[in-house]
């Protein structure tokens, strides 16, 4: 068993995925390395009661394997957002977690505060104060993999917005008549962009079914016109969608996250793409591949605890 001093100040986190939910300790003077870090099933087949006991179960572990206290505040990272004026949870593709109280029940549960923030939001902190945007003022974090979307970091803060959807591009419309969107609407950015939407436009094009790693491939090979198509409309789509939100904030680094994030053509033919429907003659844009990982979930909901220190201390 892992022991460290009573006196170490700690920050806790907790990225709530859909197959996993993972725990981590850090250091609050130096949160880039980790005192300790556990995994176990989320298991949201089971309901959202079994999550919440979970979530709880793991904090116990991670006392356990320490013999560090919880603290006062422990940060949380969920697949979706709370919303500001009902405490519910919305938007969720783990979907036992919508429209419950969870910030509520994981406190009740942990007796501790907790500090739920969106995953981007996380992925964003994390970048901006640990990973490829350290040390940059304004930061949009993106996500692109089986959804899309965002997250804003300003000076080192989270924005989260009056209603809580700061950062939310991928519903912006891309397509207005184009396919229906879970959360209702049509041709979000979330139908054009997604990993799983890249995938259905190549089933349409060549009538095979194939993952977005393979077209990549075929597309790189040549030869494979309609694998080429879907990178070209990746490339084409992510400039003219991402535009939007470069007109708007302005940041001074875009961290591209997720599994879409990881093709090469992104970084060059779309940001050639950006360029051009960003409202400047010659814009400055820094687009970078994530440090830090599927661990910027974690860590950003761990720093998401400073908050409620700061506001304490």
Request: overall charge negative; charged content about 20%.
């Given at each position: 068993?892992?022991r460290?001093s009573?006196?170490?100040r700690?920050?806790?986190g907790v990225?709530?995925?859909g197959?996993?939910?993972e725990?981590?300790?850090v250091?609050?003077?130096?949160?880039?390395?980790p005192i300790?870090r556990?995994?176990v099933?989320t298991?949201?087949d089971k309901?959202y009661?079994?999550v919440v006991q979970a979530?709880?179960?793991l904090?116990?572990?991670?006392?356990d394997?320490?013999g560090l206290?919880?603290p006062?505040a422990?940060?949380?990272?969920?697949?979706g957002?709370?919303?500001?004026?009902?405490?519910?949870?919305?938007?969720?593709?783990?979907?036992?977690?919508n429209g419950?109280?969870?910030?509520?029940?994981?406190a009740?549960?942990?007796g501790r505060?907790?500090?739920?923030?969106?995953?981007?939001?996380?992925?964003?902190?994390?970048?901006?104060?640990l990973?490829?945007?350290?040390?940059?003022?304004c930061?949009?974090?993106v996500?692109?993999g089986?959804?899309v979307?965002?997250?804003?970091?300003l000076d080192?803060?989270?924005?989260?917005?009056l209603?809580?959807i700061?950062?939310?591009?991928?519903h912006n419309?891309?397509?207005?008549?184009g396919?229906?969107c879970y959360?209702?609407?049509?041709?979000?950015?979330?139908?054009?962009?997604?990993?799983?939407a890249?995938?259905?436009q190549?089933l349409?094009l060549?009538?095979?079914?194939a993952?977005?790693?393979?077209?990549?491939?075929l597309?790189?090979t040549?030869?494979?016109t309609a694998?080429?198509?879907?990178?070209?409309?990746?490339?084409?789509e992510?400039?003219?969608?991402?535009?939007?939100v470069?007109?708007?904030?302005?940041?001074d680094?875009?961290?591209v996250?997720?599994?879409?994030?990881?093709?090469?053509?992104?970084?060059?033919?779309?940001?050639?793409e950006?360029?051009k429907?960003?409202?400047?003659?010659?814009?400055k844009?820094?687009?970078?591949?994530?440090?830090?990982?599927?661990?910027a979930?974690?860590?950003?909901?761990?720093?998401?605890?400073?908050?409620y220190r700061?506001?304490?201390?």
């Amino acid at each position: 068993m892992l022991r460290y001093s009573p006196g170490v100040r700690t920050l806790w986190g907790v990225d709530l995925g859909g197959t996993k939910i993972e725990g981590i300790v850090v250091d609050a003077e130096s949160p880039a390395e980790p005192i300790a870090r556990l995994r176990v099933p989320t298991g949201s087949d089971k309901g959202y009661a079994h999550v919440v006991q979970a979530c709880a179960s793991l904090i116990v572990s991670l006392e356990d394997q320490t013999g560090l206290e919880r603290p006062e505040a422990i940060g949380f990272g969920t697949p979706g957002s709370t919303d500001p004026a009902t405490g519910l949870m919305r938007n969720c593709n783990t979907v036992c977690l919508n429209g419950m109280p969870l910030s509520q029940d994981l406190a009740a549960a942990l007796g501790r505060t907790v500090v739920v923030t969106n995953d981007a939001n996380c992925f964003a902190l994390a970048e901006a104060m640990l990973g490829a945007a350290k040390g940059a003022r304004c930061v949009f974090g993106v996500i692109l993999g089986t959804g899309v979307g965002g997250g804003v970091v300003l000076d080192g803060q989270v924005w989260n917005g009056l209603n809580g959807i700061a950062g939310e591009w991928g519903h912006n419309a891309a397509q207005p008549d184009g396919e229906p969107c879970y959360c209702g609407r049509r041709g979000c950015v979330e139908t054009v962009l997604s990993g799983p939407a890249l995938e259905r436009q190549y089933l349409r094009l060549s009538g095979q079914a194939a993952s977005l790693a393979e077209i990549v491939g075929l597309h790189r090979t040549g030869g494979n016109t309609a694998a080429t198509q879907v990178v070209n409309t990746l490339c084409r789509e992510f400039g003219r969608c991402l535009a939007t939100v470069v007109n708007v904030l302005d940041p001074d680094v875009i961290v591209v996250g997720g599994g879409v994030g990881q093709v090469e053509e992104i970084y060059d033919l779309g940001t050639s793409e950006l360029k051009k429907h960003v409202f400047h003659e010659s814009p400055k844009l820094d687009v970078r591949k994530p440090a830090l990982g599927d661990s910027a979930g974690v860590f950003g909901a761990a720093l998401q605890a400073r908050t409620y220190r700061s506001a304490r201390h």
